[in-house]
């Protein structure tokens, strides 16, 4: 609920539904911040997170039903592991503004086949790694980074300039 005993709820705490079995949940506009590990290890499908709202570390590490996420508009910053070991995870939405990936935060996300990063500046390790199915990644030429350890194991991989990087379909590494 947006509000519990006349009190306004602005965000959930570290942990709030951690290994809980709901498969869905429906957030107030409210929202303004999700606790470190909110969704850890629940059983979670779908999610539309508020604009506005800023996410902590982990906030959905894995959560192996998890196939679909609406990020805020205009979130720059993916913090770390976010959706590593979301093993189904298909679709990533809103990710056109974000700037930074924190370490692993799509590590073994074996499901995801696409994402758009076209504003991409910065990233760490292992943020594509261990992801099999991913074909497509766009992302600036310019951006920065651990690139090559990021994408290690993206053997669907077509094809991606980024960084002074070519990689080249099937070899998940660079050329």
Do not use: H, W
């Not at 074996?110 to 992801?131: A, H, Q, Y």
């Not at 690139?147 to 991606?160: G, Q």
């Amino acid at each position: 609920p947006a509000e519990i005993n006349g009190e306004t709820v602005y965000g959930l705490q570290d942990g709030a539904f951690s290994n809980k079995s709901f498969t869905e949940i429906i957030l107030p506009g409210t929202i303004k911040y999700l606790g470190t590990g909110a969704f850890r290890n629940s059983a979670i499908e779908k999610i539309d997170i508020p604009d506005g709202a800023k996410l902590g570390v982990a906030v959905f590490r894995d959560c192996g039903q998890l196939k679909s996420v609406k990020l805020p508009s205009g979130i720059e910053y993916l913090p770390e592991a976010l959706f590593r070991g979301c093993s189904n995870l298909k679709n990533v939405l809103n990710t056109e503004n974000v700037t930074e990936l924190g370490e692993a935060v799509f590590l073994s996300c074996t499901s995801i086949v696409t994402i758009n990063l076209p504003s991409l500046k910065k990233m760490t390790e292992g943020g594509f790694r261990n992801c099999p199915s991913l074909k497509k990644v766009n992302i600036p030429e310019t951006a920065e980074g651990l690139i090559v350890t990021s994408l290690e194991d993206s053997k669907m991989l077509e094809k991606l300039i980024a960084g002074g990087f070519v990689f080249e379909k099937g070899t998940g590494k660079p050329v």
